[in-house]
């Protein structure tokens, strides 16, 4: 049986992970990854397109390797990215570096050998403007600029990177002191970047095409291409919807046709999903491993938890749950298979958080969630995985070891892309 339409992962291949592998582990669905990827490149525009994956959604060299190979860029978020992108054999041209890091001393020449390789970089601040642009200058480098542009939109206020609340970019008052610190040094900037955040909704997105557009046309007239950054909407939850790339790609085309037509520049189209590539081809594979209940609540206890997914506790994030029983036979998805007794349960981890819940809300409360009630042993799956989870958790809290990754391939092998850390690679740095 499988967990959902979009997936080939079954319950047979949940039970054989676990199996193999043990819980908790991560469980990646290379079809959905490769189907998501053409997704993207099938956007439509207007003079061309790149598509960069931001790897900060999930940086693992196998994932890396599979998106590169179906044709999109890199979008990397620190050096070290940058450092493992190319180890998974991308190359520096076809990464760019977007960052809040201050390069200084080694890490300074790191960066500057790798831009003499290809490696592009947007300015993010006056500040690295000030450290790049002689070197830039005298190296013949051309740089991209990040607009803050004082707008912004987020599923959560901690995902809005674009309002008057958050810091990323080069503020929209600070562009023109930005451009003549460049023109003063004979620097153009060729690449106008924005990303107004993540999970928001695709209205926003739209009206910040408009934006970017115009503030290209007051601002930067060498710019040869225009980044509209992340934040494509995925569906993790069934009454979610996701963003519709033909419609956005389509607006985005009208208007840099019309760009053209007013100004005689043909802008190249640049975007950077994260969240769309990957989110729904991962999942989080745990045992039930415990049954608690309390005046008010009932909780089922898994193996793993905040520690491989922390997204609620941080966001409040909603993901989709599958109960796959022991033998690997049956699913009953939280979403439609609930019991007509009206179960419910909190689902928790096993870390020593209250937080440490899969089901909370947004003020971080704990909401029992419907489902059929599952037995001790039973797999508990969480869906909506891929992103931001083993990417971005606290992974050694409580002293728990960094969990497996697992790849199902098209041919129906089950892969293993990274293995669990041992307790002796956790301590290997302490004196
Ligand atoms: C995080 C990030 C992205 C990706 O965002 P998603 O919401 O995951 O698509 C793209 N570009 C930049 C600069 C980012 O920081």
Request: aromatic share 8%.
């Given at each position: ?250 607006y985005a085309k009208w208007r840099i046709e019309e760009f053209y037509h007013r ?25 039930i491993v415990d049954k608690k209940a309390t005046q008010r ?135």
């Amino acid at each position: 049986m499988r967990l959902n339409y979009f997936s080939v992962i079954d319950s047979a291949a949940i039970a054989e992970a676990a199996v193999c592998y043990g819980t908790p582990i991560y469980l990646y669905d290379e079809n959905h990854i490769s189907k998501r990827c053409k997704d993207c490149l099938a956007m439509p525009n207007a003079f061309g397109m790149t598509v960069r994956y931001a790897m900060k959604a999930n940086s693992g060299r196998a994932l890396l390797r599979i998106i590169s190979n179906a044709g999109l860029h890199i979008d990397a978020s620190s050096l070290n990215e940058v450092i493992r992108a190319h180890l998974a054999d991308i190359p520096y041209e076809n990464i760019m570096l977007t960052t809040q890091e201050i390069y200084q001393g080694d890490r300074l020449q790191k960066l500057q050998e790798l831009m003499r390789l290809g490696l592009k970089y947007n300015v993010c601040s006056l500040r690295q403007l000030h450290i790049m642009a002689d070197f830039a200058a005298e190296n013949n480098i051309e740089l991209g600029l990040r607009v803050h542009p004082g707008i912004g939109t987020g599923e959560s206020a901690t995902r809005n990177t674009g309002d008057d609340y958050s810091c990323f970019g080069i503020h929209l008052s600070d562009v023109t002191e930005a451009n003549k610190y460049a023109a003063d040094r004979g620097l153009k900037f060729r690449h106008i970047h924005e990303h107004i955040g993540s999970g928001g909704d695709s209205e926003m997105w739209r009206r910040n095409i408009d934006l970017e557009l115009s503030i290209i046309e007051e601002h930067f007239p060498d710019a040869l291409s225009v980044s509209f950054g992340g934040g494509l909407k995925e569906a993790r939850m069934p009454d979610e919807m996701p963003s519709d790339l033909e419609l956005l790609g389509s607006y985005a085309k009208w208007r840099i046709e019309e760009f053209y037509h007013r100004t005689g520049r043909k802008l190249r189209m640049e975007i950077e999903p994260g969240t769309f590539i990957v989110a729904n081809s991962g999942y989080a594979l745990t045992r039930i491993v415990d049954k608690k209940a309390t005046q008010r609540s009932n909780f089922i206890i898994l193996d793993g938890g905040m520690e491989i997914n922390s997204r609620p506790l941080l966001y409040g994030s909603r993901h989709p749950m599958y109960v796959v029983s022991a033998d690997g036979k049956q699913v009953k998805s939280t979403e439609f298979d609930a019991d007509e007794d009206g179960y419910r349960a909190v689902v928790a981890g096993k870390c020593c958080e209250s937080g440490d819940c899969q089901t909370l809300n947004m003020e971080g409360a704990t909401v029992p969630r419907a489902m059929a009630q599952p037995e001790i042993g039973d797999f508990l799956v969480i869906g909506g995985a891929g992103a931001y989870c083993s990417s971005m958790t606290p992974i050694n809290y409580n002293s728990h070891t960094q969990a497996a990754e697992v790849l199902l391939r098209p041919n129906g092998e089950l892969t293993l892309i990274r293995k669990k850390q041992t307790l002796e690679q956790m301590l290997v740095n302490e004196e």
